[in-house]
């Protein structure tokens, strides 16, 4: 199985809501990573956990918080989002860090209104 | 910092005609390189990946890419291209070491369109 799956296909939020983006894999992975793609743009790198722990934050906004509750779910807390926070929200996974052969799930498309 | 061009930022080709999507990129020592290809709406898929070793690299659906370290380059080629392959398509490279580890440079991606 070489499925990474993310709810909610597609979420409308109110700058003012919180609600959270779910990322999960079963492949036995202990990387996961959270990207961000505007139309016509190729993703931007948001969070990389590793084991658990997050390893790497591209300076993003503290209203995106990131959550790793155990190695198969990685969780993306949204709050007090902008309108330019609209966007493909993409989660990957890879046998670890140094292993760039990342699974991709289909993606969120979050509108901010 | 890496950096990845794709200086085509569309294709137009014909069903059947051969296809050539060219990626150069900026590092020090050789990187990891891929391609992925993304259809509309959809997350990205990894058609093929160089490591080391043998620089022509085949890949899925028919693709396949060749290394050239003089060139710093990584090109896509399909030699007759499908109605499905339409999508965007995005080269990518990772750092082999370092506090970055883990972290892809994608290139802007060449949008892709096919003809009857």
């Known amino acids: 199985d070489t499925e990474v799956t993310q709810t909610p296909k597609h979420l409308v939020m109110g700058m003012t809501n919180k609600k959270s983006l779910k990322c999960e894999q079963h492949m036995g992975h202990r990387a996961m990573y959270w990207y961000k793609q505007k139309a016509k743009k190729p993703p931007e790198l948001m969070f990389v956990?590793?084991?658990?722990?997050?390893?790497i934050n591209e300076s993003v906004p503290s209203r995106f918080s990131p959550e790793c509750p155990n190695s198969s779910l990685l969780n993306l807390h949204l709050h007090a989002l902008q309108p330019e926070d609209s966007a493909l929200y993409l989660c990957?996974?890879?046998?670890?860090?140094?292993?760039?052969?990342?699974?991709f799930g289909p993606g969120t498309r979050l509108t901010v209104t | 910092a890496q950096s990845v061009t794709q200086p085509d930022i569309h294709i137009t080709v014909s069903e059947g005609a051969s296809l050539e999507l060219r990626c150069n990129y900026s590092?020090?020592?050789?990187?990891?390189l891929f391609w992925y290809v993304q259809s509309p709406g959809q997350g990205l898929q990894l058609l093929l990946k160089y490591f080391s070793g043998d620089t022509l690299v085949q890949g899925i659906k028919g693709f396949e890419a060749e290394f050239k370290r003089s060139q710093s380059s990584f090109n896509l080629r399909k030699p007759s291209v499908h109605w499905s392959d339409a999508a965007e398509y995005f080269c990518a490279v990772g750092e082999r070491r370092g506090s970055t580890l883990g972290r892809l440079y994608f290139g802007r991606g060449t949008q892709l369109t096919v003809w009857p």
């Open positions: 590092y020090g020592a050789t990187p990891y």
């Open positions: 990957a996974s890879s046998q670890d860090r140094g292993y760039y052969e990342q699974y």
């Open positions: 956990y590793s084991y658990e722990k997050l390893s």
